[in-house]
């Protein structure tokens, strides 16, 4: 029987998300049907899609921008959140929660909200071998995307963390809220500063801004240097990446990412494990 998917956005005719789980299902085996789901901009109309969506037989949904943080609340009162989606603030898929349904409660209530983005950060940079265990990380950003991926990067046993940002405020703060959140991130030691002032050697900086959607640049001091440089952007040239190429490190932007918080997504609707490294080969020819 065909399983049926859903990535809701707006806009949404750009993703590529369809793709990449019709070409998982086939790596699998399994018969599904994966489309975009436009919603106009109001929380009421994204209940009304997911409800439809999950009465009508749906299986599993992707949530993308500007949605995330509506999901997060819609499935607070409904059918709750994993401890990834309760830190990040932030739902990016959404199933039904089985327990919830073998008790008799309706499917509307039983929506329950997941968040694979930072996993499927980790899970890119453990394929690159990219060395987490014991690394010196600094983030920068300290908006939503920085927030999703704090829990997951310490989980991974990094050694110690910087948050830098523009609006220093709004990294402390965040830094707050996460460990008063979770003991996880309560027991890491995490810095923070403004982004023009981080400066030393670390192992890997992650650019978890906005920027690469404007035409500014960083402020990146001369006396920062990492081995490994990680842009969460793809799809167009990233000056982040190109700073710290030129200075001998290795790079990645975050279309890896894309496929791998997609990959346990769909573990997590279907069962089935994907080969992250075959699925990006077999999508970087399409
Ligand atoms: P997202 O969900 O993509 O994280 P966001 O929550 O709006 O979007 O956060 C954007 C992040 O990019 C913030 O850390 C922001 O810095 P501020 O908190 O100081 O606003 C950062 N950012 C965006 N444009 C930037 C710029 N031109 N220079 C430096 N940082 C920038």
Redesign the pocket.
Known sequence: MTQHFIVIGNPIAHSKSPQIHTLFAAQVGIDIRYQRQYCPDDEASFTAVIEAFFCGGGVGANVT?PF?QVAYDCCVARGGLSEHAKVAGAVNTLLLNKALLNQGVPVTEAIYGDNTDGQGLVNHMTSLKWPLKGARVAL????????GIILPLIESGIAALTIA???VS??TNLVNELSAASPTVNEQQIETCR?AELDGQFDIIIN????G??D????ISTELNCHYAYD?MYGRPLPFLQHFAARGAQTSDGYGMLIGQAALSFERWTGHRIDVIQATEELNKE
């Open positions: 921008v995330k920068i950003g300290a908006g939503g995307a920085a927030r940002n523009r609006t709004k990294a982004t978890a801004t906005s920027i959607l404007s500014d640049t960083l402020p969460l």
